[in-house]
């Protein structure tokens, strides 16, 4: 018999039913995980070794955590300098450029990869100028480490930036107050004030970004250059569709998944990364001339490594190629397949994450709450490549062509990339509006209901418009899911993308990588505004 963990009689409301739907779909969650990790483990005992074929784990294992680790360092460094630059500038324009720094978490890796191969690649405008001028290009190496560091310190460099600028926005008035008036330096600031609100944000920051770096897919395909800085994420993927070695991917995909639930056990000491950080004030204290001077360099420097790839990526779209583009039938079923998977896959991400979160919200027993967030996160530990792989493991073993399963899979597996930051987007605020309107909730006897409408949603709408842009853009942007289960019908835009540049076809994906972008800028901004709007107008 089921028993349900005791909810606090004097502050939070009895709902049962939350209590069960929030287990029912942690339960269907860690079911589905099982079933894929068990089909991995069965294909890896069944299918023989493919001959012919031997993979270095020991490079492949260094070369994810050396680029990893980089990238962590590189990223968390940019991002405090930025953060920091940006809590002390006032200047008009502020808010759009920490808009556009946090925008990162959902700009798709593939478009910024090829944005830095449209400025520094043989043919990029960097070349070109120098050729012009000098009369030989300066063969910059953009592939390589080099070029994927580039890549994951732009992105998520940026991301660090917006969470850690919320972390010295949170300063307590009353503190700044007291630095001020004892004339601290801008060091001694940093030191003093700065320092431990951003210290502890660093270590969760850290294990967030070094997972999205070793599990990264689309940016090592494209700027690898070859074998010697392939990752374990790529291997996986060239083992299962060049080299149909199920056995090899298999083995590559339990390191990978014992590495990643590693860094996922140390992360959970730490505080979680939310992808919502809320509007950024600037600080009211100045610092001298000469601090003001470094700021202002970090912030171009900063928003130039950031935004100009995307420019690029616009730019380089309007061009001879858009026509062509706008013109094919296959662009089109692209676009449809790829709006109808994001709107889908966002819809699924919203349903799933409230679920949880208010049946975690329903009660103040740890290990419950515990329970039922924990399969959330299993894509941290199963990432994008491997998640999928399991899926085509498990539908291969159910008799089922991928073919036919293949928009349920892409759909459900991309809603499994978008659960954790939703569940960290929506779970405080629930959690908060529970502690401190429980009481009265109790007084006026609403039931769950009435109290989803009348207190919760209302206060928590625009957070789920944050959910449901977050999730579209993360679905329109994944190349790792779609990768094995594209066909000729069954295509998205990263993958036609893809495709279009291992033809040589240059025009077509730049003009796709500006839509794409377009359309990706345009669902992170005004779904949450429309989302708030409707609250609005409903209340």
């Known amino acids: 018999m089921l028993r349900l ?18 287990a029912a779909v942690a339960l269907a969650i860690a079911g589905m995980v099982a079933l894929i990790l068990r089909a ?12 012919g074929h031997s993979v270095d784990l020991w490079h492949l294992v260094s070369m994810t955590a050396i680029q990893a680790g980089l990238t962590t360092v590189l990223s968390l460094t940019v991002g405090t300098a930025l953060a920091w630059a940006l809590n002390r500038l006032h200047f008009p324009g502020r808010d759009l450029i920490v808009g556009l720094f946090a925008s990162a978490i959902v700009t798709p890796g593939l478009i910024v990869a090829f944005g830095l191969l449209t400025i520094w690649g043989r043919a990029g405008w960097i070349n070109q100028a120098a050729l012009a001028l000098f009369g030989k290009p300066l063969e910059l190496p953009i592939f390589g480490l080099g070029g994927i560091l580039m890549a994951h310190v732009i992105l998520d460099g940026a991301f660090a930036a917006r969470i850690l600028l919320a972390r010295l926005d ?7 107050k007291s630095g001020q008036s004892l004339g601290l330096s801008a060091v001694q600031r940093f030191t003093i004030i700065d320092w431990p609100m951003l210290a502890g944000a ?24 070859g074998p010697a800085n392939q990752t374990l994420e790529v291997a996986i993927y060239s083992a299962v569709r060049l080299d149909f070695d199920l056995n090899g991917a298999v083995q590559l995909a339990m390191v990978q998944i014992g590495i990643c639930a590693s860094v996922i056990l140390v992360a959970a000491i730490f505080a979680p990364v939310s992808a919502t950080t809320g509007r950024s004030p600037p600080s009211s204290w100045r610092d001298a001339f000469a601090p003001r001077v470094l700021q202002w360099v970090i912030l171009l ?16 779209g309007i061009g001879p190629g858009l026509a062509e583009v706008l013109a094919r039938e296959s662009f089109w079923r692209a676009l449809g397949t790829s709006v109808a998977l994001g709107a889908g896959s966002a819809a699924l991400t919203l349903i799933l994450a409230l679920v949880i979160a208010l049946g975690r919200a329903a ?19 199963v990432p994008s490549v491997v998640l999928s792989l399991g899926f085509f493991l498990l539908v291969r073993n159910m008799g089922l062509l991928p073919s036919a399963a293949a928009p349920v899979v892409v759909l459900i597996a991309n809603a499994l990339l978008s659960l954790p930051f939703a569940l960290a987007t929506l779970g405080p ?40 842009a977050l999730a579209f853009c993360f679905s329109l942007g994944d190349l790792g899911v779609i990768a094995l289960f594209g066909t000729e019908d069954f295509i998205t835009l990263p993958l036609l993308m893809y495709r279009a540049l291992g033809a040589y076809r240059s025009n077509d994906a730049a003009a796709i990588a500006a839509l794409m972008l377009a359309l990706t800028i345009a669902a992170f901004v005004l779904v949450p505004k429309l989302f708030g709007r409707l609250t609005d107008a409903s209340s």
């Open 429 to 468: 605020p629930l959690d908060a509006i529970a502690l401190s309107r429980g009481k009265l909730i109790r007084s006026l006897g609403l039931g769950g209901w009435s109290q989803w409408l009348a207190v919760e949603w209302p206060l928590i709408a625009r957070d789920a418009g944050v959910v449901v």
């Open 40 to 51: 991995i483990l069965t294909t890896a005992a069944e299918v023989p070794p493919a001959t």
């Open 301 to 316: 420097l900063g928003i130039v490594g950031f935004g100009l790839p995307l420019l690029a990526t616009l730019i380089g």
């Open 363 to 381: 009660t103040l027993a740890p290990l419950y709450r515990v329970s039922i967030g924990t399969p959330a996160y299993a894509y941290l530990a």
């Open 5 to 22: 963990p005791r909810f606090n009689s004097h502050v939070l409301p009895n709902r049962p039913l939350r209590l069960i739907a929030g």
């Open 202 to 225: 660093l270590p969760g920051l850290a294990a967030f970004i070094f997972l999205l770096a070793f599990t990264s897919f689309p940016i090592v395909l494209l700027l690898g250059g």
């Open 170 to 176: 949170a300063i307590p008035a009353p503190r700044l």
